[in-house]
């Protein structure tokens, strides 16, 4: 029976949003992968689930999506064009990789600009704020929350503390108190990893018999 994979059964791994963005897709290693962004209804159900807008906003995008189909189409290449870039960036910081990391600087500050230019300064319950305007029509506007993110975790953060999971490619930022933290999640990726040497192992000594 296959294993039911959506929105509701994804994992959430990391204490970053725009970790958790990257790691909408099942696995960014090896070909057997399942993108949990299927639909733009996936995108608006996941940022339910992460809290990156309030429901009312949420809904407004999902009705509004309904009728405007193709506009929703591209809406979603767009996240996923942004995600890409994320993806490269938090990977190339991970990697301490200088080459990839001026590989994607240029496009994740072309992003930033974007969300930046969204932020306003507001003024709630007697103190002021920076915080996003959320344009009536605009089917992309939470992931510029997301962009924000990836801002704050890349300034915020020592990046020895960025990292990538070597079995299936999660990103996350390691909050252990000795920083030794490498799979993203031990359960899952850091049992399968383990099991996967056990049996190298086992076949190498056959082998050398």
């Known amino acids: ?18 970790c958790n963005f990257v790691n909408t897709v099942s696995s ?38 309904a009728v405007q189909p193709e506009e929703a189409m591209v809406a979603l290449a767009r996240v996923k064009e942004i995600r890409e870039v994320i993806r490269g960036l938090i990977s190339a910081v991970a990697h301490n990789d200088n080459d990839e990391k001026s590989k994607f600087l240029p496009a ?4 930033l600009i974007d969300a930046v230019s969204r932020q306003r ?28 993110s990836l801002a704050s975790l890349l300034t915020g953060q020592e990046a020895v503390r960025i990292k990538e999971c070597p079995n299936c490619g999660w990103v996350f930022l390691d909050e252990t108190r000795n920083g030794k933290r490498k ?25 050398g018999e």
């Open 121 to 148: 300064l507001l003024y709630v319950e007697g103190k002021f704020l920076m915080g996003q305007v959320e344009a009536p029509g605009d089917l992309s506007s939470p992931v510029w929350k997301v962009v924000n």
């Open 28 to 65: 960014w290693k090896g070909e057997k992968k399942h993108d949990y962004l299927e639909s733009y209804n996936d995108f608006v159900a996941w940022c339910a689930k992460l809290e990156v807008s309030d429901l009312r906003t949420l809904d407004m995008l999902r009705q509004l999506a």
């Open 183 to 207: 799979w993203c999640n031990p359960q899952s990726c850091g049992s399968a990893d383990k099991m996967m040497r056990y049996n190298q192992r086992k076949k190498n000594n056959i082998v």
């Open 108 to 111: 994740a500050n072309l992003l």
């Open 1 to 18: 029976m296959a294993k039911l994979r959506n929105i509701g059964t994804l994992t959430i791994d990391s204490s970053v949003l725009c």
